[in-house]
């Protein structure tokens, strides 16, 4: 699988501080790609960089195969179909009216405008003015504006801020949708954690401007995984006998952490310590959740 | 280029700026109704001078006014709907930026010809003495819509800048009150405000006579050479005001 985004040592400075550091982001064609981090993280900037909208300090864009220059950038973007921040839009035009503009701007047929009303269901809301539209209608004409053209790439920061549960639900399923329908390679941003474990199949963590972790999201669970913590009478002669039968552990306060047993394991290494006339007072499962491994690499509290 | 420019059109309907456009060229050629009620046979000899010398002045008090308005108007949509995000993925800047202009230059062209329009009608009604003096009107239509141009590009700089429409909007007023005022002052001191202009490339002169109290008007030469700082102006001003806009990160 050929990477559709690729940047090497990309890097943004305001005045003299280094918002983006280094950033070297491979985003695989055909996926959902989350971009999660803490707000303030760099990922709007990130984007609006791969977009051309702000001018990197440092480092490289590639995107579709092109680097990005100044003067490739706009045939580059007739591909690509991007929601920054809040949808734009003009209040006192329709629906039908605002997607006729980027029809004509991205030089396409004006019966696309059917189709991405469809797809964002909006058909029925086209010929309200767009001031009067809610929220989340706003931000689906959004992304009926990013969809015109049927783009090979869609770069979405954030785009269920602002809306309900409802919108929320319905925003996921309509991005998680696009890569099996269209064949399009979606990079969304959020914050939420939780949003990203739902819709993308891989992931980039952004911590401080600086990329932390970036693989499948299968990877990322693994990490999760589930470990023993199990509190003997003697933690220390717990430890010889568990390292004796190969077993790795680690004593942390008062319990010893180990690693995930078989059932069968575990009841007969606690027999072994109960032979040794060692109590074993608990055993628990441990789990490490999602939360806890973002926390741990970028050191900030999820917002849920 | 052209389906910017239609695009532009395309993207301020329903805005009305030809309502605006029309009530204030009305409102100026009111005003110029309130001079001629009264003229004797002295003043309808002059009636073309008196035209071609009173609506340069009106100009400077309600042109500014009337490019604030438009470019506001056409800038301030992408304010409102943070559209400069989304154009900048999808056209240069540099070619936005002359369709806003070449948009709002068509209405401000129209007020100038709908103006000139105005001045010959009127001037059959009332009756004034002999042809309408064709080459002068149409130097006035020159001047009037070269300066016209400047202003509005002025102020569309200006609206692109400031997500406030009132600072391009206080800007357009104070012009239109420091074009008038500077014509108070010797006529070497209008060259330095681009809202003198109006008075500077103007066709007709005014000699009063104390004692009879009488006014006589007469053809000045054309002023090309203030024709020419106008128009480097106006590229001082495309060169920077683009720069400015094409810089700005979104």
């Known amino acids: 699988m050929s990477d559709i985004i690729t940047t090497v040592g990309l890097s943004k400075q305001y005045g003299k501080i280094l918002r983006v550091k280094d950033l070297d982001l491979k985003v695989p064609e055909g996926v959902v790609y989350g971009f999660l981090g803490p707000n303030g993280a760099g990922k709007s900037t990130t984007m609006k960089m791969i977009l051309g909208l702000v ?4 480092g490289t864009v590639t995107v579709l195969g092109k680097q990005v220059n100044n003067r490739n950038r ?21 629906g039908t009216e605002n997607l006729r503009i980027i029809c004509s701007l991205k030089g396409v047929p004006e019966t696309d405008i059917n189709r991405v009303l469809k797809t964002v269901r909006l058909e029925n809301q086209q010929e309200k003015k767009v001031s009067q539209y809610s929220t989340g209608m706003k931000q689906r004409l959004g992304l009926a504006c990013a969809l015109v053209g049927k783009p090979k790439l869609l770069i979405l920061d954030e785009p269920t801020n602002g809306l309900d549960p409802a919108g929320i639900q319905e925003m996921r399923e309509l991005i998680c949708s696009l890569p099996q329908q269209y064949g399009i390679t979606v990079m969304v941003s959020s914050h939420l954690l939780s949003e990203i474990d739902q819709i993308a199949t891989n992931v980039g963590i952004i911590s401080r401007g600086e990329l932390v972790f970036q693989d499948s999201l299968t990877t990322l669970h693994q990490k999760s995984s589930t470990s023993l913590a199990i509190r003997t009478q003697n933690n220390t002669a717990a430890a010889q006998i568990l390292t004796k039968q190969n077993i790795y552990c680690q ?23 109960i032979a ?7 055993i628990e499962e441990r789990h490490k959740s999602l939360e806890d491994i973002f926390l741990e690499l970028t050191g900030t509290a999820v917002s849920l | 280029m052209k389906n910017a420019l239609a ?8 805005r009305k700026i030809w309502v605006i456009v029309s009530l204030l060229v009305l409102v100026q050629i009111l005003w110029s109704m309130l001079g001629v ?13 008196f035209f071609l010398y009173q609506f340069p002045l009106l100009n400077s008090i309600m042109m500014p006014v009337i490019a604030a308005v438009v470019a506001s108007r056409i800038c301030d949509i992408e304010h409102k709907g943070q559209t400069i995000k989304l154009l900048n993925t999808l056209m240069p800047p540099q070619r936005l930026f002359a369709a806003k202009f070449l948009c709002g230059a068509t209405y401000m062209l129209a007020a100038s010809i709908l103006q000139l329009v105005v001045i010959i009608a ?10 309408p003096p064709l080459d002068k009107l149409l130097y006035y239509l020159l001047f009037t819509t070269a300066v016209n141009l400047t202003v509005l590009l002025l102020q569309q700089v200006l609206s692109l800048q400031f997500k406030n429409q009132m600072v391009p909007l206080s800007v357009g007023i104070i012009g239109s009150f420091a074009g008038l005022f500077i014509l108070y002052f010797p006529p070497s001191f209008a060259r330095f405000i681009l809202w003198g202009y109006y008075g500077v490339l103007m066709l007709v002169g005014m000699d009063w006579d104390r004692v009879t109290r009488i006014t006589d008007f007469y053809y000045i030469p054309v002023n090309w050479a203030g024709f020419i700082i106008l128009a480097v102006i106006f590229s001082a001003i495309y060169i920077i005001g683009r720069t400015l806009f094409m810089r700005k990160e979104v």
């Not at chain 1, 045939?75 to 035009?93: C, T, V």
Request: aromatic share 8%; proline share 3%; no cysteine.
């Open chain 1, 55 to 58: 001018r990197p300090t440092a």
């Open chain 1, 74 to 94: 706009l045939a580059i973007l007739k591909s690509i179909g991007s929601l920054i921040e809040s949808p734009s839009y003009y209040g006192h035009l329709t």
């Open chain 1, 251 to 273: 004593a942390q306060d008062n319990y010893l952490l180990l690693p995930k047993l078989s059932d069968d394991e575990l009841a007969g290494n606690i027999s072994r310590l």
């Open chain 1, 276 to 282: 040794q006339n060692i109590g074993v007072i608990r």
């Open chain 2, 7 to 14: 695009i532009e059109f395309q993207k301020i309907h329903r």
């Open chain 2, 37 to 49: 009620r009264n003229m004797d046979a002295h003043d309808l000899a002059q009636g073309w001078l």
């Open chain 2, 122 to 131: 009127v001037g059959y009604i009332i009756g004034f003495k002999g042809n």
